[in-house]
């Protein structure tokens, strides 16, 4: 059955605008005010709607705070994927575009920073779905990573990679240490380029006598 059609849009693009209207209510709230902020009531307040167009799209509270999250987590990784298709450039061309792309996301509209990486500590509808997450962060820095290096070691590096730069990025958005822009991707850069930077072993293929010597 087709949907019926009032001033020109159907129920079906109605429903879909006034969810759009509440998860930008949730980001505005969550991203600025916090978690303590995003209410059923005060999104609904904030998007101009009534608690029965919350519950059209929404069960409850978490449901609309995972939505959020969810949101710009997926924008962060497709800007992320998106500023590096080609793995045939220049590992510092690459790694300086991945990091710009993430900052101009998450520095640009500091929201956006905050949902991400600040509500997944302090509100606990979002912990384990930021847990559930890493590895496709991962994933994509682990991608960025010479193919040379060993395949655990490489693997092991984006984890360590990812938790460093949200550790960073978290930081900088509290405001400490206080440190410009063109300085964080500095740093980021370098972190990453020194990651991938020394040819990796894996330990089983390296002989007895030699780790045995190296431990002396």
């Known amino acids: ?34 978690s303590a902020a995003v209410t059923v009531r005060a999104v609904c307040r904030h998007a101009k709607l009534t608690e029965r167009y919350f519950y059209e799209s929404f069960a409850d509270r978490e449901e609309l705070v995972v939505s959020v ?28 575009a991945a990091v710009t792309a993430f900052v101009e996301l998450m520095l640009d509209d500091p929201r956006k920073g905050r949902v991400l990486l600040l509500a997944p500590i302090t ?12 590895p496709a962060f991962a994933g994509l820095v682990r ?24 550790h960073l990025f978290t930081a900088h958005l509290s405001g400490t240490p206080e440190v410009s822009r063109e300085r964080l991707v ?20 390296t002989p007895t006598s030699e780790r045995q010597r190296g431990q002396a």
Do not use: F, N
């Open 69 to 96: 999250y969810e949101q710009v987590a997926a924008e962060a990784h497709r800007a992320l994927a998106d500023a590096v298709p080609d793995s045939g450039k220049d590992p510092a061309e690459r790694a300086e």
């Open 1 to 34: 059955m087709a949907d019926k059609t009032w001033a020109g849009t159907t129920l079906s693009d109605r429903r879909a605008a006034r969810r759009a209207q509440l998860v930008g209510a949730g980001l505005d709230l969550l991203g600025t005010s916090g």
């Open 123 to 134: 509100d606990p509808a979002l912990s384990a779905r930021g847990v559930a997450l890493l």
């Open 186 to 205: 500095t740093h980021c850069v370098a972190l990453l380029i020194s990651a991938g930077g020394a040819p990796t072993t894996d330990p089983a293929s």
């Open 143 to 166: 991608e960025q990573l010479p193919e040379r290096m060993d395949p655990l070691d490489r693997q092991l590096t984006a984890i360590g990679l990812v938790g460093a730069l949200t």
